[in-house]
Nanobody
Framework: QVQLVESGGGLVQPGGSLRLSCAAS????????MAWYRQVPGKQRELVAA???????HYADSVKGRFTISRTTAKDTVYLQMNSLKTEDTAVYYC??????????WGQGTQVTVSP
């Protein structure tokens, strides 16, 4: 089992930047992937960015070139650096971790609001 604690959400103006952090603890030795998802009311939760145990990254087309996902070598923290934020980035952002031996773990979610 993996426990996730998120931080860094808040209010930011269009064009601004924000960094989300997610601290992982528990059974993290065999993490396969760490990722960030986001969700707005009435819509499905969507993958924003992911990073594998080997360091490969994947981004949604809507955030490519603006967001950067990274993690510590120990895989105990995953970050999402968000630059050039747009109003359509407003959502609840969730941390997600996949391991070899446990079901996927989710954070509690953190609100990101982009508004002038």
């Amino acid at each position: 089992q993996v426990q996730l604690v998120e931080s860094g959400g808040g209010l930011v103006q269009p064009g601004g930047s924000l960094r989300l952090s997610c601290a992982a603890s528990g059974s993290i030795v065999n993490i396969v992937q760490m990722a960030w998802y986001r969700q707005v009311p009435g819509k499905q939760r969507e993958l924003v960015a992911a990073i594998t145990a080997e360091g490969s990254t994947h981004y949604a087309d809507s955030v490519k070139g603006r967001f950067t996902i990274s993690r510590t070598t120990a895989k105990d923290t995953v970050y999402l650096q968000m630059n050039s934020l747009k109003t359509e980035d407003t959502a609840v952002y969730y941390c997600n971790v996949q391991t070899n031996s446990w079901p996927p773990s989710w954070g509690q979610g953190t609100q990101v609001t982009v508004s002038p």
